[in-house]
């Protein structure tokens, strides 16, 4: 094996690793986005009674317990 054989054979291996890298990228990047606004999307809110926790549309500022039937503010972490 000669010099310039070698020299290939490292970018090879140098070029494989880094679309291998990319894809990892990318592929975690489309999980995010697809898993990503759904958490966000709804208000989480916590009953005061029972400490029941559930969520509302983000547009409402007080949702109603579907456990007791309390009007709660939202929760937040
Ligand atoms: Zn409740």
């Known amino acids: 094996m000669n010099i ?6 490292i970018f090879v291996y140098v070029s494989v690793w880094l679309f ?3 894809f990892c990228v990318i592929y975690s990047e489309i999980r995010r986005r697809r898993f990503e606004p759904k958490e966000t999307d709804d208000r ?4 005061s009674d029972c400490d029941f926790v559930y ?22 972490f």
């Open 44 to 47: 989480v809110f916590r009953c």
């Open 20 to 22: 291998a890298i990319l």
């Open 4 to 9: 310039s054989s070698m020299s290939e054979w």
């Open 55 to 76: 969520t509302d549309d983000p547009t409402v500022e007080r949702a109603r317990c579907p456990h007791c039937g309390c009007m709660n503010d939202t929760f937040t």
